[in-house]
């Protein structure tokens, strides 16, 4: 499965940009997808997850209630709605995609996804 990400840049703090993530090569209505983020120098943090149908959603305490995560899987792409940014959203975000049938012991680890896009920059300026 192949990952392309998009929809990053510089937005100013209380902007709403929308990250895309386009998948190939396998059959998206499978996985469960996720988006994490990396601020330089740390370790990737787990952002939002969607099951593989779109049923089922669960954010990080830190973007809860101010980003959304959905999916169009006859588009083969998740997305990322990011509202009310705030500087410290700034960071390289990733979107990754869970095979069926593995259970690492969290869905919020990077150790339970498989495939992983290339990244993508959102920089929010106050």
């Known amino acids: 499965v192949q990952l392309q990400a998009s929809g990053g840049g510089s937005v100013q703090a209380g902007g709403s940009p929308r990250l895309s993530c386009t998948a190939s090569?396998?059959?998206?209505?499978?996985?469960?997808m996720g988006w994490f983020r990396q601020y330089p120098g740390k370790e990737r943090e787990f952002v939002a997850r969607?099951?593989?149908?779109?049923?089922?959603?669960f954010y990080a305490d830190s973007v809860k209630g101010r980003f959304t995560i959905s999916r169009d899987n006859a588009k083969n792409t998740v997305y990322l709605q990011m509202n009310s940014l705030k500087p410290e959203d700034t960071a390289v975000y990733y979107c990754?995609?869970?095979?069926?049938?593995?259970?690492?012991?969290?869905?919020?680890?990077?150790?339970?996804?498989?495939?992983w896009g290339q990244g993508t920059q959102v920089t929010v300026s106050s």
């Open positions: 990754a995609a869970d095979s069926p049938g593995v259970y690492s012991g969290s869905y919020s680890s990077p150790r339970q996804y498989d495939y």
């Open positions: 090569g396998g059959t998206f209505s499978n996985y469960a």
């Open positions: 969607i099951s593989a149908s779109g049923a089922s959603t």
